[in-house]
């Protein structure tokens, strides 16, 4: 029973950290000059032209027009 409490750990520990490593933070550029970091990667909708992405500072969920967006890139962790 021990091995399997043992085993059960570090499986999760692995899916745990495969996880986290999916979710890199994003550094946005807007035309007026700031940087917005994302926590994850921000979701496009092509139909109205706006990009959603949770801030990493507030923890909110906010939009911005793809207009206002001179370059998006990942940031290392």
Do not use: H, W
């Amino acid at each position: 029973m021990n091995k399997t409490v043992l085993a059960t750990a570090f499986l999760g520990t692995i899916m745990a950290m495969t996880l986290t490593a999916c979710s890199s933070n994003q550094a946005i550029k807007t035309t007026d000059g700031r940087t917005i970091v994302t926590s994850g990667k921000p979701q496009i909708d092509s139909d109205t032209g706006l990009v959603s992405y949770k801030d990493a500072q507030s923890g909110k969920t906010e939009q911005i027009n793809r207009d206002k967006i001179t370059n998006m890139s990942e940031l290392d962790n």
